[in-house]
């Protein structure tokens, strides 16, 4: 068997040890992890690694550890004790100091409910100097220097007898036997400290090294003390140790400790076999940590959010961007600016709803007002060519257009951006009797803007481009109440957008040129509808009417009739009372009529109406008689007695036009 095995299974077997003689008591913890025979009180406590922590690193803290039983000294024969214990004393990281100390203690009693922390170490208390504090004899291993205790420095040990005030006191040091010289110790290094006590014949000697070195040959301590007079009335006596800290503290250990009543049979301790002693720790740094992995929630917490946010604004802010559309990036707004302009499209900037889809009023930087038309649209069918259409027109530059700033495609939601019109559409001024009353020149005005608008859409541009829904309700009014044509083109998108137009079949009920049943969009089908919308204009009153008497129903037909009783003025709107020249009235309403033939060939163009209404052309000689402006068609007719009742649909309309025009088929 190894010589150490067998060191090991003896001490393992005498770690315990009961008396073996009546006088003698001998025991030794090689850890305390067993607790045998331990009495512990107040902060002392014992560490999963058979470490005896005495006091932590808190404030104002006291641990005592005693051996249960008392130890009998013989009253006849000669006292002495012999005591070797490693302790260590572990300062806050981070912190100059540490505090206060520890002792071994030999006393009659374990009750030091009087005594206090602090530099009375858990043995003594306030009593004045002098006096008797407690009945008890301390070994002290002081970190704090006391002048009223007339200590010599801060790391110092002392004998104590019955006070605080030690009878014998050294700087901790040791005697090298190597360098014949005495080395210093620092009590609060945290590195395991060996200590001797040993008394005998009343001398008591106090000897301590470090770990690595033997027992020193020369007492650090050597005090003549007779322990029969110190405990005169007591024979049995408790060993163990106290501790205690103030405001300085520090971590403070017992590892390993051996005790013997006779000098000769102290058992040896395995200095190899310590408990380990923890490194000395900040007591900030849990709260360091605490701190850090609470603002590592926080921050992760914030982080989520953020990235919450942020999916939540990329969806709420999502667009629909396609690679053809690069092209048309200047011409594009970022679905952010627009929700951010009409104030995420509040109820408050809402203008209308339109026939495509709702408008808002929104406000851009540098406070430029717009009008955004939202339109939902299924599929991406026709998209591409709406979006270049859209951006075409964009180049349209005309005084009565109302000017399209540009666009933003979402999934199913096509965004229109366009100049704002401060005085609204112009059927709100015509229908609604809450407003004043447009006054002829007005009127004549935004006829003639518009008409020039049309002109220039159907030779100015480029291209031809056709409105395809003029009505009313399509005409903006400017600051001065010019007209401005909107939404010019919109209707060709929805021949793609998944409505129920047919091709071609587009527009609103009234207004829609017979031929286009036919499915021929033209020119001459803008041309019949601004004829209609100048009759609408002139009348005050819609181009159908399915709540009149059937004769008044269709404004063509009316106005029609009336000419032929040689009464047009009839059918001029009331409000306008007298106020106009009867010529230009009648001019207007002739033209109209000339415009809404149902011959596409009778029609004026566009460039002609121009000059009709400028009066820079005669009207060619027309009649109420004429082929085309008398007969009326029955569709809509048909189409006017299917709504009688029912409220205003375009869609329901048109739909039910398409299937009159499929039943004729
Ligand atoms: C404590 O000491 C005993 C022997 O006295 C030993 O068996 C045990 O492993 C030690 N415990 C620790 C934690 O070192
Ligand atoms: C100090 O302790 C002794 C007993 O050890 C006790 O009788 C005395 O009252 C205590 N003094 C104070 C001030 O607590
Ligand atoms: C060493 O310390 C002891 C006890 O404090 C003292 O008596 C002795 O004179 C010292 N020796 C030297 C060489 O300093
Ligand atoms: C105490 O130390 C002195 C030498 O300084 C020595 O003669 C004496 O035997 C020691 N006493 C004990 C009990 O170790
Ligand atoms: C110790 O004190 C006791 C009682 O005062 C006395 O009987 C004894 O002789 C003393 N011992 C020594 C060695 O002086
Ligand atoms: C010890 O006992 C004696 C009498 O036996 C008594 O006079 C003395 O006061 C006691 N001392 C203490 C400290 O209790």
């Given at each position: 068997m190894a010589p150490w095995l067998i060191q090991i299974l003896i001490i393992s077997s005498l770690h315990l040890i009961s008396p073996?003689?009546?006088q003698e008591t001998r025991f030794v913890y090689e850890n305390f992890s067993s607790q045998e025979n331990l009495y512990l009180d107040k902060s002392a406590k014992v560490l999963p690694s058979g470490l005896l922590q005495l006091t932590s690193a808190s404030d104002h803290q006291i641990g005592h550890a005693f051996y249960k039983k008392p130890i009998q000294f013989s009253s006849s024969g000669p006292v002495s004790f012999s005591t070797h214990f490693v302790c260590a004393m572990v300062p806050r990281k981070g912190i100059e100091g540490g505090g206060h100390g520890m002792a071994f203690v030999v006393s009659?009693?374990?009750?030091?409910?009087h005594a206090e922390s602090t530099r009375y170490l858990g043995i003594f208390n306030v009593s004045k100097n002098g006096y008797p504090s407690s009945d008890v004899l301390a070994v002290e291993l002081d970190t704090i220097w006391n002048p009223d205790f007339e200590d010599i420095d801060k790391n110092h040990v002392g004998i104590d007898v019955h006070s605080p005030l030690s009878v014998g006191i050294a700087s901790a040091s040791y005697y090298s036997d190597i360098k014949r010289k005495n080395e210093s110790i620092n009590l609060l290094s945290g590195k395991p400290i060996q200590v001797w006590v040993e008394y005998e014949d009343t001398l008591l000697n106090v000897s301590m090294a470090p770990l690595e070195v033997e027992k020193p040959s020369r007492p650090l301590l050597s005090q003549l003390i007779n322990l029969t007079e110190v405990?005169?009335?007591?024979s049995s006596l408790f060993v163990g140790f106290s501790a205690a800290t103030g405001t300085a503290t520090s971590y403070q250990y017992v590892l390993s400790w051996s005790f013997c009543t006779s000098k000769g049979s102290l058992q040896s301790l395995d200095l190899s076999r310590l408990p380990d002693v923890p490194p000395p720790r900040a007591e900030h740094k849990n709260l360091y940590q605490l701190a850090i992995v609470l603002l590592g929630f926080v921050a992760t917490m914030g982080l989520g959010v953020l990235i919450g946010v942020y999916l939540f604004r990329k969806c709420k802010y999502a667009e629909v961007t396609e690679p053809w559309e690069k092209e048309f990036g200047a011409h594009r707004f970022s679905y952010k600016s627009l929700y951010k302009a009409t104030k995420g499209f509040s109820k408050d900037g809402f203008l209308g709803k339109g026939g495509f889809g709702e408008v808002y009023k929104g406000t851009l930087m540098l406070s430029r007002e717009i009008a955004v038309k939202r339109m939902s649209y299924n599929g991406d069918e026709g998209v591409k060519q709406f979006v270049s259409e859209v951006v075409s027109m964009r180049c349209l530059k005309h005084r009565n257009l109302v000017p399209l700033l540009g666009y933003c495609r979402r999934k199913h939601e096509l965004l229109l951006v366009s100049e704002y019109m401060p005085n609204g559409s112009l059927d709100e001024h015509l229908f609604d009797d809450q407003r004043p009353v447009l006054s002829w020149p007005q009127r004549l005005v935004i006829l003639k803007g518009i008409a020039s608008a049309l002109s220039y859409l159907h030779t100015g541009a480029d291209q031809v481009v056709l409105h395809r829904d003029i009505k009313s309700s399509n005409i903006m009014l400017d600051g001065e109440f010019n007209g401005r044509l909107g939404d010019f083109g919109m209707a060709r998108f929805h021949d793609h957008g998944g409505y129920a137009y047919p091709t071609g079949a587009v527009g609103t009920l009234g207004y829609i040129a017979p031929e286009v049943i036919d499915m021929v969009a033209s020119t001459g089908t803008d041309v019949y509808a601004f004829g209609v919308f100048m009759l609408e204009v002139t009348c005050g009153r819609r181009p159908v009417e399915p709540q009149l008497q059937c004769e008044k129903r269709l404004l063509i037909k009316w106005v029609c009739e009336c000419w032929k009783r040689d009464s047009l003025l009839d059918a001029v709107d009331p409000r306008l009372g007298d106020e106009f020249l009867q010529e230009e009235v009648e001019m207007v309403m002739k033209l109209g009529l000339l415009c809404s033939s149902t011959v596409p060939e009778s029609r004026p163009t566009m460039e002609q109406v121009v000059l009709y209404l400028n009066n820079s052309l005669p009207l060619p000689d027309v009649s109420p008689y004429t082929v085309g402006v008398s007969s009326h068609s029955s569709v809509l007719i048909d189409a006017a007695s299917l709504v009688a009742s029912s409220s205003w649909s375009a869609s329901s309309i048109a739909s039910s036009l398409v299937d009159n025009s499929a039943s004729k088929e």
């Open positions: 073996s003689s009546q009659p009693s374990t009750d030091f409910s405990f005169p009335n007591s």
